[in-house]
């Protein structure tokens, strides 16, 4: 059953670049049924969507985010990467990864998370 | 961007009762809605896709309707476990997928 396990980078300094990997367990990443993505929530607060990877390298962004995110994918590796540059402490969250199903060649639901890290930004 | 508003914010239900939770688009997504659950320091599980559909493993005491731009999910008869947040989220067209705020459903 396929697991994702996001890495724990912990605290990020102001102005500083935030990276995460996602490693993808007992499926394949290069799947034509998926996507793969990353999911925030800051602390008490809800699910904001970063943006996703197709195998491919095909990528979608949010567009408040946009300047500032790189998602990446490592086939052979099979993970997936997040950077989120110039980093405030509006970027504080729990970072969950989660692949988002591929139906008719489109993004879906999220129907499988990551148990998610935390990243705090301060100096 | 299409805004997906939840109500109310926070729900008080006594266990055994049914929980109705709501959730509007700010336009139409036809049936591309997914709900999901949260308990405290987990990560979200997804309930329901396509608006109606439980996903594998779902208790079928949950179920999704509407279409367009309202929704509903819910709990017929609510269990100790069911005591958490919900969030829907569209996944209609082009992205951002964007959640709603979520809807604390809590003991009475």
């Known amino acids: 059953q396929l697991q994702l396990q996001e890495s724990a980078p912990g605290l990020v300094e102001p102005s500083e670049t935030l990276s995460l990997t996602c490693e993808v367990s007992?499926?394949?990443?290069?799947?034509?049924?998926?996507?793969w993505g990353w999911i925030r929530q800051p602390p008490g607060k809800g699910l904001e969507w970063i943006g996703n990877?197709?195998?491919?390298?095909?990528?979608s962004y949010n567009p408040s985010l946009k300047s500032r995110v790189t998602i990446s994918v490592d086939t052979s590796k099979n993970q997936f990467s997040l950077k989120l540059n110039s980093v405030t402490d509006a970027d504080t969250a729990v970072y969950y990864c989660?692949?988002?199903?591929?139906?008719?060649?489109?993004?879906?639901?999220?129907?499988?998370w990551g148990k998610g890290t935390t990243v705090i930004v301060s100096s | 961007e299409i805004v997906m508003t939840q109500s109310p914010g926070t729900l008080s239900v006594s266990p055994g009762e049914r929980a109705t939770l709501s959730c509007r688009a700010s336009?139409?997504?036809?049936?591309?809605l997914a709900w999901y659950q949260q308990k405290p320091g987990q990560a979200p599980r997804l309930l329901i896709y396509?608006?109606?559909t439980r996903a594998t493993g779902v208790p079928a005491r949950f179920s999704g309707s509407g279409s367009g731009t309202e929704f509903t999910l819910t709990i017929s008869s609510l269990q100790s476990e069911d005591f958490a947040v919900y969030y829907c989220?569209?996944?209609?067209?082009?992205?951002?997928?964007?959640f709603g705020q979520g809807t604390k459903l809590e003991t009475k």
């Open positions: 989220q569209h996944y209609n067209n082009w992205p951002p997928w964007t």
């Open positions: 990877i197709y195998y491919s390298g095909t990528t």
């Open positions: 989660a692949r988002q199903a591929r139906i008719a060649a489109t993004p879906q639901y999220m129907d499988v």
């Open positions: 396509g608006a109606s």
């Open positions: 007992d499926d394949s990443i290069v799947s034509v049924h998926s996507y």
């Open positions: 336009q139409n997504i036809n049936s591309n």
